[in-house]
């Protein structure tokens, strides 16, 4: 991840459950929220409902990105248009605004994949921590048993 971002706040509130993450980027700050799970409350753990806030943060973070980016899209889609018609602009600038579009969507595709990928992370640690907490649970009820 980007060396510009730094981790600004990131907190548990043990009344709440409630995880909340601050990163500072070159663009602004985003925050991320997590809430306990009931399943988690007797082992609950600081750093995974923080780790799930930052990943919020993150997953923020790149959807503004991404904005940014359709939207640049959009007004250089809108530029090429009206250039495209206009037979006194030279081909070698018509080349470049196509050649700046493609680089553009690349861009807001690598966002878009990074989103992705932040998301499925989110899903599969947190499935993990589920099939973590039943195994435990588990165990506990068989000590209990003995």
């Known amino acids: 991840m980007d060396n510009n971002i730094k ?8 009344e709440t459950g409630i995880s909340i993450v601050r990163i500072q980027t070159p663009e602004g700050t985003f925050k991320g929220k997590a809430r306990l799970n009931p399943k988690d409350e007797n082992v609950a753990s600081k750093y995974v409902g923080c780790k799930y806030a930052e990943i919020r943060a993150w997953i923020k973070y790149y959807h503004y990105l991404s904005k940014i980016k359709a939207s640049n899209i959009k007004e ?67 000590a209990k048993n003995k």
Do not use: C
């Not at 981790?7 to 043990?14: A, G, H, I, R, T």
């Not at 889609?77 to 969507?105: C, E, F, M």
């Open 7 to 14: 981790l600004v706040y990131s907190n548990y509130d043990d």
């Open 76 to 142: 250089i889609t809108k530029l090429n248009n009206q250039i495209s018609q206009d037979k006194t602009v030279p081909k070698r600038v018509k080349r470049w605004g196509a050649t700046h579009l493609n680089a553009l969507v690349k861009e807001k595709k690598e966002y878009d994949d990074m989103i992705t990928e932040l998301k499925e992370q989110l899903t599969f640690e947190m499935q993990e921590r589920d099939k973590f907490l039943d195994i435990l649970s588990k165990h506990k009820q068989k």
